[in-house]
């Protein structure tokens, strides 16, 4: 279940070459060509062009079995059923590919040649790790149909949706269905050589609301001729963060946090409009919707206080990733027996940030587990979506034996 040194040395290479040229999503081009290409060498059947164009699905069947015809047939019905899928379904494993309109600080001899694009939340590793996993499986047996994912557009893209949407659980892109997905994130947090994961909940929903507060321009030394939108927004600002402390119950969990804010052209003019945009992160989902309410009600009756009015906008963002119980208990096992308990965390609580691997968990069992990138010893270890961050390369080969081991449990 191992990368030899050889094939180890030629799958960091790709990570760095990938990491040099960072897409964002659904431009993802040059990622997608490189994995087709890794794939196909190793005589996988790929099927490329998926979820927009970049996404890129390899099937591998059960050892002895013939491979599955038909790329975009419908699956057999009964075919999932049991622990494991049973009959032709196959186990999922996903990667994520694209990269992040963040400007690289690293200094590294690889580090991005894209101005204003880097992999700064490692899924060029996450590609690595996925194409290492491709060179282990083309070459042991496998008791069971495996399907690679290769998704883009993870980064508020929605990705994963979009392939749910073409049908790759059922099994109209590969022929085969999916009976269980597994999908990984490097983890700063986590010591490296270790993995971890909770049952239930592992990361939060992610909505953003948009709101424009509109009221009457005025001059500066003039306020009381006018209506105050930056005034407005102010307290709208102030007032959202009742929903947490005020409208949800202290043991649940809800983060409302406004990131944009927007307003006036000069220094001498009340403008007519101010407007900000914020995100909500919940666990839950009724405390998902009973939120959102509240944060409505709460812009816009603030807003009439101050004579002014609030247009809100909701764009839906990914559901919460939930992993089921019965799968990660499996997991757990599995790890376990693998790596030794000292090396598996047993996550306590969930984080609030969110994933599109939350897709494939709504329709079939799955489990997302986070994969230990910090080495130890120095001082500070960038984090996720920071500038001077960069995927461990020394995590890849426990990475691989996760999903290799998943992939081929009986």
């Not at 979820?51 to 002895?64: K, Q, Y």
């Not at 043991?251 to 406004?258: A, I």
């Not at 609030?310 to 208990?329: I, K, R, S």
Request: proline share 5%; hydrophobic share 40%.
């Amino acid at each position: 279940m191992a990368l030899s040194e050889r094939e180890l040395s030629e799958v960091v290479s790709i990570r760095h070459d990938l990491h040099m040229h960072p897409e964002i999503a659904y431009q993802e081009v040059r990622t997608a060509g490189v994995i087709a290409r890794e794939l196909r060498g190793l005589g996988l059947r790929t099927i490329d062009g998926l979820a927009g164009g970049t996404g890129v699905v390899a099937h591998l069947p059960a050892t002895g079995e013939a491979g599955v015809s038909g790329a975009r047939g419908g699956a057999r019905g009964g075919e999932i059923g049991g622990a494991h899928g049973g009959g032709l379904a196959s186990v999922g494993l996903r990667a994520d590919i694209d990269a992040l309109p963040i400007v690289e600080q690293t200094g590294l001899s690889y580090a991005s040649a894209v101005p204003g694009k880097m992999h700064a939340c490692g899924h060029d590793g996450h590609t690595a790790i996925m194409l290492g996993v491709a060179r282990v499986l083309a070459r042991v047996r496998r008791p069971r149909a495996v399907t690679l994912v290769f998704q883009p557009a993870e980064e508020g893209g929605g990705g994963g949706e979009r392939l749910c949407d073409e049908g790759l659980i059922e099994g109209r892109i590969t022929g085969t269905p999916i009976a269980e997905m597994y999908g990984l994130h490097g983890w700063p947090d986590i010591a490296l050589g270790s993995v971890g994961t909770r049952p239930g909940p592992l990361l939060a929903s992610t909505d953003e609301l948009r709101v424009t507060i509109r009221g009457v321009q005025s001059h500066a030394a003039y306020p009381h001729q006018g209506r105050d939108a930056v005034l407005a927004m102010a307290h709208c600002i102030t007032a959202v963060q009742s929903v947490a402390s005020r409208s949800v119950a202290p043991t649940d969990s809800v983060v409302v946090s406004v990131c944009i804010v927007q307003a006036g052209t000069a220094v001498n003019v009340l403008p007519q409009t101010a407007s900000f945009a914020a995100t909500l992160r919940c666990l839950k989902g009724s405390t998902r919707e009973l939120a959102k309410r509240r944060l409505s009600e709460i812009v816009s009756g603030t807003a009439m206080a101050f004579g002014c009015t609030a247009e809100l906008h909701w764009e839906d963002g990914y559901p919460v990733t939930h992993n089921d119980p019965a799968l990660t208990a499996a997991w757990f096992e599995l790890a376990d027996g693998a790596l030794g308990r000292e090396r598996v965390v047993r996550i306590e609580h969930p984080t609030m940030g969110g994933e599109d691997f939350s897709y494939y968990a709504r329709l079939c069992p799955s489990v997302f587990f986070c994969l230990g990138l910090n080495p130890g010893g120095a001082e500070r270890t960038a984090s996720l979506h920071q500038p001077e961050f960069d995927f461990n390369d020394a995590a890849i080969p426990l990475g691989v034996e996760m999903f290799c081991r998943l992939a081929t449990r009986e």
